[in-house]
């Protein structure tokens, strides 16, 4: 009984959670490079690059946490090797000088830059580091034509295209960047550092494999290999038949954010993701607030293994996993794919997987910052 009710809430978790999308349309705007204050945009560079989106950014500060007031915050845009232009958040320390040690920052995975990425950027910042807390490509204010789409590359991508951003900074120093990834996000940065050596230092938050709970489920490690083969042919029969009334439709079909109403059998996992994308960190633009990803996301992450090269990251990477959270394997897992003694997994006593998502007495920020500062000076 217990393993068919995990299986009735995976389905609803899997279509409606992990794969969740809000339509944002990009629309015309001006993208000065003016700085220095909440709404205003900086560019590089003045010249255009070829196939520039030009978004349309909030000026409000439309955050779910209060604005600091020891830091300065202003909006950037940056682009992808796609050419898709993503829109990021960036986080400054009043007292800074000269050019600094950065972080880029994303996730949860249907999250936006307003909810737990900013608090992670910003409290950072708050503790002597340039943070940059970004939106992924196809959500939130970020571009990219069809909306509210997840891809394993072009996700990995947007860490390595934000780090192409902090790189040519004037204020940041290129060669002491890091990452952050918050749950999904937490696998694409270990896909990220495996394949971008000029990311000296990464840190997960509540990890999840997002190819693995695709491909698999929930709690995976509970079934056998035939079980698993006979679940992922049936979800890829229903995800291709769903590209042919997609195609069909001219539209994409939305997988669904949290369930809401909550039904009262709810896990406490689903009761808590609820509370915070519903409830404590509403946001109009987050996926998983709202109506979801289009449902034919899951067909890549179910091929395309994230964590493939997961045993190649030579620089330095700190997990960190609530002791009480559903997710804590996915963060156990990766870490024993890792190699060298300047790899580090914390266990955060009592936290559950949203308390790394806003709750400030659960999240080791003090940990997380001397990480940093060690190993990117």
Known sequence: M??????????????????????????????????????????ISSTPWEGEEH???????????PESDKVDHTKVTFHNRYGITLAADLYMPKNRQG?????????????????????????LAEMGF?????????IGESGGNVRNVASPDINTEDFCAAVDYLSNRSDVNPDKIGI??????????LNAAAIDTRIKATVTSTMYDMSRVTANGYFDYEKDSDTLKKERMERRKALNQQRTEDYRNGTYQRAGGVVDPLPEDAPQFV?????????????PRSPNSNDGWNTTSALSFTNMPLLSYADEIENPVLIIH??????????????RKLKGNNKELLIVPGAN??????????IPFDKIAAFFHKYLG
């Open 180 to 189: 952050l990834g918050i749950c999904g996000f937490g696998g694409m940065a």
């Open 55 to 65: 978004l349309k950014l909030t000026s409000a500060w439309d955050k779910t946490f």
């Open 353 to 362: 997987h949203t308390d790394l998502y806003d709750n400030m007495n659960k």
């Open 130 to 138: 340039i943070t940059m807390a970004f939106d992924p490509s196809f």
């Open 271 to 283: 009761k808590d993701y609820h509370a915070y994308y519903k409830g404590r960190a509403y946001h």
């Open 2 to 43: 217990k393993n068919l009710k995990k299986m009735k809430w995976f389905s609803f978790v899997l279509a409606g959670l992990t794969l969740a999308g809000l339509v944002m349309p990009v629309d015309a705007a001006d993208v000065s490079s003016k700085s220095g204050k909440a709404g205003a945009v900086h560019r």
């Open 99 to 123: 050019r600094m040690p950065a972080l880029a920052v994303a996730g949860p995975f249907g999250a936006v830059k307003e909810q737990a990425a900013g608090i992670y950027a910003q409290k």
């Open 322 to 335: 609530g002791e009480k959270a559903h997710s804590r394997y996915f963060s156990e897992d990766a870490f």
